[in-house]
């Protein structure tokens, strides 16, 4: 986790959007009133807010307008007023006594089905001050979050599934804050990026529609709250925003990328592909957006084979199959071998391909190799030999048979895409690769085996964790947030579970590279054979 933070990339918020966070503190200096100047001291207040920043509509809870005339005076009409926009609306969050408009933080968070990360984020200045990650307790529930809305149903787990995820929140916070140094009601905001299913976890709304035709969510826009109203430990009348969603499928982790990579900008086509238990997949330009999800699966997580396991110490990131036949790899952290992660998994998968231990088909190709035995489970290869003190480490068929399925699901959501948009791999300018898995894979490697599309491979970019990129530009610009807003009215969302076109390209994207080779020029010389 701490590698995926230390090389995820950092985007600055002044090169794109005016600074202007989504809750501020103001100091504010006022006079005092007199027998010439009879405005009340909620008046006064706002008379001077408005001084300092655009706040047409404001309004101000009830607790505050109870004691505010009472501090104003013992304050000498000196204050630090926090305030926060909710939508048009500015609220008055906090009145305190002195000058403390210099204390202010917020945390960004990405909400992701495996794993959360949060940023605690300086909005005096628009640095991020830490970050941290763990991994999501939820997973217990299952490893996807279908499999989790159908355990909270069966076993009426909604609750817990909130604490689950709530819980995680907190303890990234609290670890942020007793790290930094930082009183939590110093903390007077978060928001949140996350696929649909997992803001509905956060916020208890009732995700069951999901999974079920026609795939509803039960908001995709959600107002601020008050963090409170969720369990979340902040400053007691801090606000809580989520990113919007564009569907069932297709949440805010998704918005914040093409918020963050700004292919809504540009003239040429994008390609937004973000690799993780779902495989969501937006093109387009300025003009227009097209976007989809194909469950890809937990394989290329780790999950749902022999020996596959997330990115940790002594996972396999990378492997290679030498012109004499053996096997070179590297583990993280160059400790002995424990298993093998996802980047390590797609390079098993390329270089069976590219050497002829599998066929087209990803059959393993019977042979005098003694690396090839049959186990409990039928035919499986072995990457790593036991002993040593060392496990012994196979890939089997089904385990090949899982990762060709999940490569197949992302590669016919871009097919359907671009064919609906009548755009062919040579029309991409661009194709961005966000999250933790696609940071890591190599991108030739991708092609091989037909994950991507077969571009020029400097077009393919790697933009890490767009997810709380998008998250921490929102929280420090309210024109950021319209923006997504915009960015998730805008775009067309294609349901591939209806779609007449999406299981014929499934079907053709469970070869290696793909039953038509002519969408794969560079494989040309593969040996494989069917």
């Given amino acids: 986790l701490h590698r995926l933070i230390r090389r995820q990339r950092q985007m600055c918020i002044r090169d794109r959007f005016k600074f202007d966070p989504l809750v501020q503190k103001l100091c504010l200096e006022m006079s005092s009133p007199t027998v010439h ?19 047409p509509t404001m309004q101000t809870g009830f607790r505050i307008l109870q004691m505010l005339s009472k501090l104003l005076v013992s304050a000498n009409y000196k204050v630090s007023v926090t305030i926060g926009r909710r939508g048009g609306t500015t609220e008055v969050i906090e009145v305190e006594q002195g000058v403390r408009c210099g204390i202010n933080y917020a945390v960004a968070v990405d909400l992701g089905t495996t794993t959360v990360v949060a940023h605690l984020v300086d ?3 628009a640095t991020t001050v830490d970050t941290e990650a763990t991994y999501n307790s939820q997973i217990k529930f299952g490893e996807d979050y279908i499999r989790r809305i159908i ?11 909130q604490n689950a995820i709530v819980h995680d929140v907190n303890d990234l916070i609290v670890t942020l804050a007793t790290r930094q140094k930082v009183d939590l009601q ?4 978060i928001v949140f990026a996350g696929n649909t299913a997992m803001v509905h976890f956060l916020l208890n709304l009732d995700p069951t529609r999901i999974r079920r035709e026609p795939y509803v969510a039960s908001a995709g826009f959600v107002p601020p709250i008050r963090a409170a109203e969720a369990g979340v430990q902040i400053n007691k009348r801090g606000l809580l925003y989520c990113l919007p969603s564009v569907a069932a499928y ?4 998704i918005v914040a990328g093409v918020l963050t990579t700004r292919i ?14 779902n495989g969501e997949v937006v093109l387009g330009n ?9 469950s890809a699966g937990p394989a290329f997580e780790g999950s749902g084979v022999r020996h596959g396991m997330r990115a940790g110490a002594g996972a396999i990131e990378k492997l290679r199959i030498l012109g004499d036949g053996s096997i070179e790899f590297k583990t993280i952290g160059d400790v002995r071998p424990a298993g093998i992660c996802g980047s390590g998994l797609l390079d098993t998968l390329a270089e069976f391909f590219v050497s ?28 790593v030999p036991g002993g040593d003190n060392c496990q012994e480490i196979v890939i089997t068929q089904a385990d090949i048979n899982n990762l060709i399925r999940s490569k197949a699901g992302i590669f016919a959501a871009i097919q359907v895409l671009m064919d609906t948009t009548k755009i062919k791999a040579e029309d991409l300018d661009a194709i961005y690769l966000a999250g933790g898995f696609g940071n890591f894979l190599n991108t030739k490697q991708a092609v091989t085996i037909g994950m991507l599309p077969d571009v020029p491979l400097e077009k393919i970019q790697f933009v890490g964790n767009t997810s709380i990129a998008g998250a921490k530009t929102v929280l420090l610009s309210r024109e950021a947030l319209e923006t997504a807003e915009k960015i998730a009215e805008g775009m067309t969302y294609f349901d591939l579970m209806s779609h007449p076109k999406y299981m014929d390209e499934f079907i053709q994207a469970n070869f290696l590279p793909h039953t038509d080779l002519s969408l794969f020029p560079s494989a040309e010389g593969i040996k494989s054979g069917v």
């Fill in 123 to 125: 909005l005096t200045n």
């Fill in 37 to 55: 100047d009879h405005t009340a001291d909620h008046e006064r207040l706002y008379v001077a807010i408005r001084e300092q920043i655009d706040a």
């Fill in 186 to 189: 110093d903390i007077t905001a």
């Fill in 286 to 294: 300025r003009e227009w957006l097209v976007c989809a999800s194909s």
């Fill in 264 to 277: 809504y900008t540009k003239k040429g086509i994008s390609l937004f592909i973000d690799i993780g238990t």
């Fill in 151 to 161: 355990y909270a149903e069966e076993n009426n787990g909604f609750d817990g599934m």
């Fill in 250 to 253: 297709v949440g805010s982790d």
């Fill in 356 to 383: 002829g231990i599998i066929d087209r088909t990803g059959r393993f190709k019977v042979g005098d190799d003694p690396r090839l035995t049959e186990g409990e489970e039928g035919l499986q290869f072995q990457l």
